[in-house]
């Protein structure tokens, strides 16, 4: 029952940390269409690169001329699965980490 609570509030403490990660937002590499009214005949797409979120890696994405621009919200902006899982585990493995070294640290307090 006790590994079962420990798995529990890792998962919960990963994706708690996951979702906070996506305040972590920088523009591009990737361009998106920002306006039409860009090139010598002003009908060419206006290209800008792209907000997005997430730390390591991106997962959620400005959608322009969808949403405001320039704010990412979960609901309206791009959501990316994948990049998403990627942080995930990779915050479940640095907390495992963590939780094991606090671990070593407290068995090696009591000899």
Known sequence: ????????????????????????????????????????????????????????WAYLFDAPGITVEGQLSFGEDEFRTSPFLADLAAYAAVIMVCAHVVSRVRFAGRM
Do not use: H, W
Request: include cysteine; proline fraction near 7%; glycine fraction near 10%.
């Open 1 to 56: 029952m006790r590994r079962l609570l420990l798995l529990i509030a890792l998962l919960l403490s990963a994706l708690l940390l996951a979702g906070l990660s996506s305040n972590v937002e920088r523009n591009g590499p990737e361009l998106a269409a920002y306006g039409n009214l860009c090139g010598a005949t002003q009908d060419q797409p206006c290209m800008k690169p792209r907000l997005n979120g997430g730390f390591p």
